[in-house]
């Protein structure tokens, strides 16, 4: 079964800096999806970024990119200029996609971010 | 607006009592699922749904049912609640084939039971 692991249950990072979280996964398939999901305390699931297993290219969108690299099964999430709204828990999820009847996210246990001013 | 939606949003009830959890899409997805977050657990996936009248279990599916009558709706079922079912439930949906890969996740229901 795939598993997803977050190392760090909390972080922290001043205003304005940059902060890496890690993830790594577990698995024997060679295409899947992986995902951030950032949930503030209102809890609504948000999705933060996503990166093909296919695609060799990090993804990036605005303050936030992806450091993927498969040989060793890691994708950490990069936020720069860190905003007091980046405050939240931040979970790594996994997703096959090998034609099967299930979407199933297997999800990462979340890392809690504090921003500091 | 395109959305997920989840009733009710809280719930506090006895063990035994029979509830359900409503969830909603507007945006004519295929797949549907309920997941259960628990602290330090992450989310687990309970059930999902292909289509309509097509379930199955996920991967925590004891002390829980599902219906899939309409495209739109994917209600949970506790027939008999226990506390071990307190937990922060999630509704999700996407589209079904292609490259699509993004879920749609409702607000959340935040169910305690006592």
């Known amino acids: 079964a795939q598993t997803v692991t977050q190392s760090q249950p909390e972080m922290s990072v001043q205003e304005a800096e940059t902060v890496t979280l890690s993830c790594t996964y577990d698995?024997?398939?060679?295409?899947?999806?992986l995902f951030w999901y950032k949930q503030p305390p209102s809890r609504q699931m948000i999705l933060v970024i996503r990166?093909?297993?296919?695609?060799?290219q990090n993804a990036t969108e605005n303050r936030f990119s992806v450091n993927f690299q498969k040989a060793a099964k890691s994708f950490s999430l990069k936020i720069s200029d860190s905003q007091l709204g980046d405050a939240a828990m931040y979970f790594c999820a996994y997703r096959e996609d090998s034609g099967g009847s299930n979407y199933k996210l297997t999800f990462g246990k979340g890392t809690l971010l504090t921003v500091n001013p | 607006e395109a959305q997920v939606t989840q009733n009710p949003r809280y719930l506090i009830t006895v063990t035994g009592k029979k509830l359900t959890v409503t969830c909603s899409q507007n945006m004519n997805h295929e797949y549907m699922s309920w997941y259960r977050q628990d602290p330090g657990l992450g989310l687990r996936q309970i059930y999902y749904s292909m289509n309509v009248e097509v379930t199955d279990k996920g991967d925590v599916p004891e002390g829980y049912k599902v219906s899939r009558k309409e495209k739109r709706n994917f209600p949970l079922i506790l027939e008999s609640p226990s506390p071990n079912q307190t937990s922060l439930y999630f509704c999700?949906?996407?589209?079904?084939?292609?490259?699509?890969?993004?879920?749609?996740f409702g607000p959340g229901t935040r169910l305690t039971v006592l």
């Open positions: 990166q093909e297993a296919y695609k060799q």
């Open positions: 999700a949906s996407s589209p079904w084939g292609g490259r699509s890969n993004e879920q749609f």
């Open positions: 698995t024997s398939e060679s295409d899947y999806y």
